[in-house]
């Protein structure tokens, strides 16, 4: 049997092809090879700074050659010896001692100074800050697919819906495009996002260091050093990094969530009035029985990832800044998780850009929504006998509207008895559903 049928997960099954970004950034050879950048990166500092002497061109060759690009062979090799060791961090420093076995002295300098936490802080920072690009990259193709929409549809007159009634008119493009302003908004929001990490040792109190240089400045040392790799300290911490700055960032991502399960549940809503079809793929089956079905699959596909993410996402923001004391281990296996809800989240973006790209707008159903419906007009009628000075223009119009429909007739009929201004009879009358829009057309586009 096709050992993919054995996964448990999904995202390694199933949607395999489908979480190739995310796959780069957070699979287990993506976070053993982070803590090995963060082992070679200190390395190469602390022998600069503080061991000149034990620097020789094989061990700066080899410093250099790692950096820029850790074989598959070396993370292999990592996985192996922590079949022995049961400690993931210290069998990276047992592999990488063998890649200097030339030098003890170089050997010796690997891991020294830090605890554990320092390495898989620096390490998760590297991850996510390699893969938030990818992240704003998914939200900017979702924003760009719902501005063409927006802009393409922003004269379509619509009957729009509040609590699923029939309300005052408006544009399906600036419908689309509220959801374009959300998105931009948080989208800002996380292109500002900071990585930190700790750097301080067992306790992050620069026990040994301080003792062994007394004279250094470990703190202006711990910024220089991760600075180099654009991440900043958290200065005062536990052994663990606290990880507030993560606990932000999904936060903000569980908002922008929020937003695409409001925008698929919105589109799967205009399916289903015929607002819009959706493009065929012949090859596509819509229901084992019933064979005319075009179903709204990719929204739904999309809502359910969406959901599936923020249920991670929510957990990984609730509980990874919470640590007993000086620290527990109930954070380790729970970041381990970080990919899995980034995982969730690219099938839902690929997913909901696929059902954009089939999206084609009813004009004909939609316009017949709003033909005869008179009393969506109910609001500009209201409105003008309050200019009039009438305080109860409000109920007159309720009492003729509401739960009711109005023919073109009945409404001029309104207009004519409840008017008295000749020129507010004259813009009234000349009102039609349609045109009743304001400024959608151009908030479509803002």
Known sequence: MNDALNNLSPLDGRYREKTQDTRANFSESALIKARLIAEIEWLDYFLTNFKPEWRDPETTNKIQELSKNIPDSLVEKVKEIEKTTNHDVKAVEFALAEEFKHSESVQASLHIFLTSEDINSLSYALMLKKSHNKLLKWVEEIIAALESLASENKNIAMMARTHGQPASPTTLGKEINVFVARLKKEHATLSKAKFYAKWGGATANYNPHSVAFPQENWVEHSKKFLNHLDIELTVVSTQIEPHDYMSEIFHNILRINNILIDLTRDIWSYISLD???????????????????????????????????????????????????????????????????????????????????????????????????????????????????????????????????????????????????????????????????????????E
């Open 275 to 445: 607002y819009f079809s959706l493009k065929m793929n012949k090859n596509e089956v819509g229901s084992s029985t019933m064979p005319h079905k075009v179903n709204p699959i990719d929204f739904e596909n999309a809502e359910g990832n969406i959901g599936l993410s923020n249920a991670l996402l929510s957990h990984l923001a609730e509980k990874l800044p919470v640590s007993r004391l000086q620290r527990d281990l109930s954070d380790s296996t729970v970041l381990r998780n970080i990919g899995s809800a980034y995982g969730y989240m690219e099938i839902a973006t690929k997913s909901a850009l696929k059902g954009l790209e089939k999206l084609e707008a009813n004009t004909d159903v939609i316009s017949r929504d709003l033909e005869d419906r008179y009393e969506l007009l109910a609001e500009a009628l209201q409105s003008f006998m309050r200019l009039e000075g009438k305080k109860d223009g409000y109920d007159q119009v309720k009492q003729l509207s509401r739960g009711q429909k109005m023919n073109k007739d009945m409404y001029l009929k309104a207009v004519e008895e409840l008017i008295d201004n000749e020129e507010y009879k004259a813009i009234l009358s000349s009102l039609t559903p349609s045109k009743y829009i304001g400024i959608a057309a151009s908030l479509a586009e």
